[in-house]
């Protein structure tokens, strides 16, 4: 495999299972990016990938860490090294160097990628947002100096960097290489599950790469969905948006122009921007996480999801069919997905709700996963609910739709003894799990908490 680091083309033969492209840049002398937490968390490893923005392309921080080597191929990757030349700084560097931005400097590199990957942001006006670095952490300088540089850092220059950005990505290939391969459409993919069932999906790896760094798990076959162009479509139609289930989140906020404010919200709240950039609602959907953050609110949102698996017969086509969400998760941790299959696309209905909120409860406000996520939905008139829906997350082994609390509010008014019936359900039908995130008692208690807040927030 090839790709482009530092604007030079690198070749790898035969990458070792599990090697990431933070080993790799590191064994060859890269060494500014860092490993902290070697699970998405620190952003000391920061690294930026360059992708395909309007005509051109913009600079988007992924963690080097969680990704496995071969999903670079064809890639073109910008280490901290690549920044300065001729020793003269670039812009990101010298504003956290002015601001007093660094102390031990373990977690510089990364905070500068983040910051340089801001600057550079096509169409970004005015100072560079300072929680663009939300997925950066430092623990000995303090964020007032963090942030100070990105307050006062501008325009990006007209230099190599902006002149790259006026030319698309390169496009991505197909490849098969030893226990990895990326087709180009889904038929393959199903193709590929059929003939070695042993494979194993990667979308964008921010569970998979977990996975393999902390317990080590090594798989001897891996498709990357990355290049298959069905699962990055977005379409916002009459009748439904439908959202490729290989759409990087980030991009998700970028396309869907007239989504509703809840998505911008629930996307803020959803890991770091380095995650963002990478993962998936295919890969958060599949993992059937009880806390993961995308079914609660796409619960709410009535979606359905399409697969794609093998043919009835067996045959070298595939087959679709459509499940609703809330019939896709069968239990802890299983979703509906049967050998061979794979998930193609979201699909939420229109009209969407005309009040929708999303909630997360967790340790951290930013970048932490969810005690307790809910996401509700009101429509019809205060004196009478015409659709509602409640849906959670962390209230029991897998997320789901409270369709008893929905029916006790629908055809009635929404006030406060609409919102006492609703917090009975939930007292009778949750079946939260103690943890060290919090007690089965907490999160119900949150749960029913969150009802409340919906009513008042929809009275203001
Ligand atoms: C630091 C950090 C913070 C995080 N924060 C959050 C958070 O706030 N909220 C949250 O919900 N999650 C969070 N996560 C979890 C993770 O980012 C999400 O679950 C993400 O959506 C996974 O998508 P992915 O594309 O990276 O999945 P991958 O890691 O590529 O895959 C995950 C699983 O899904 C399968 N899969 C992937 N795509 C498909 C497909 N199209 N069809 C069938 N199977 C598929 C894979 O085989 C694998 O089993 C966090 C993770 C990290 C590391
Ligand atoms: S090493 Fe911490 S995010 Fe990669
Ligand atoms: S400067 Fe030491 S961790 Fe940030």
């Known amino acids: 495999m090839e790709f482009v680091l530092n604007g030079r083309r690198v070749g790898v033969d035969a990458p070792p299972a599990g090697t990431t492209l933070l080993d790799f840049v590191r064994a060859r002398g890269l060494t500014g ?62 504003a956290m160097a002015a601001a007093g931005g660094s102390q031990c400097g373990y977690c510089t590199p990364g905070f500068v990628m983040s910051l340089f990957a801001e600057q550079y942001r096509p169409g970004r006006t005015g100072a560079c947002d300072p929680l663009s670095m939300a997925g950066n952490l430092c623990r000995c300088t303090g964020y007032r100096p963090i942030g100070a540089a990105a307050d006062a850092l501008g325009a990006a220059p007209d230099d190599r960097f902006s002149e790259r950005l006026t030319r698309p990505a390169l496009p991505l290939e197909a490849l098969v290489i030893a226990g990895f391969s990326r087709p180009r459409s889904v038929e393959e993919c199903v193709a590929i599950l059929a003939h070695a069932p042993e494979t194993t999906i990667v979308a964008g790896g921010t569970d998979l790469g977990v996975e393999a760094n902390l317990r080590h798990r090594r798989w001897p076959q891996v498709m990357s969905v990355e290049a298959v162009d069905e699962l990055r479509e977005f379409a916002d139609g009459p009748e439904h948006v439908r959202i490729g289930a290989g759409l990087p989140l980030s991009r998700i906020g970028r396309v869907w122009r007239q989504a509703p404010a809840v998505v911008a919200e629930w996307l803020a709240l959803f890991a770091s921007p380095q995650i963002r950039n990478m993962a998936t609602l295919g890969g958060n959907l599949a993992t059937a996480s009880p806390v993961g953050d995308a079914a609660p609110l796409l619960l709410a949102l009535d979606a359905t999801v399409q697969i794609a698996g093998p043919a009835e017969a067996g045959g070298s086509t595939s087959a679709r069919r459509t499940v609703p969400l809330s019939s896709f998760f069968v239990e802890y941790r299983r979703g509906a997905l049967r050998e061979g299959e794979i998930l193609v696309s979201v699909e939420i209905p229109k009209p969407l709700p005309e009040v929708v909120r999303f909630y997360k409860v967790a340790k951290r406000r930013l970048d932490d996963i969810s005690t307790v996520a809910a996401a509700m939905a009101i429509d019809g008139s205060p004196a009478r609910v015409s659709r509602a829906r409640f849906a959670f997350g962390g209230v029991a082994a897998t997320p789901l739709r409270v369709t008893d ?56």
């Open 33 to 94: 990016a860092k490993e902290g937490c070697a699970e998405g968390e620190c952003g000391a490893c920061t690294v930026a990938m360059l992708v395909n923005e309007g005509t051109g392309s913009a600079f988007q921080v992924v963690n080097s860490c969680l990704m496995l080597l071969p999903m670079a191929a064809g890639r073109e990757i910008y280490t901290v090294e690549a920044l300065a030349e001729g020793g003269e700084l670039t812009g990101a560097q010298r």
């Open 405 to 460: 609390a929905e029916a006790a509010v629908e055809g009635r008014a929404w006030d406060e003894h609409a919102v006492a019936r609703v917090q009975d359900v939930l007292d009778r039908t949750l079946t939260p799990l103690s943890d060290h995130r919090g007690s089965k008692e907490y999160r119900l208690a949150v749960a029913k908490s969150l009802v409340e807040k919906f009513w008042w927030e929809g009275r203001a």
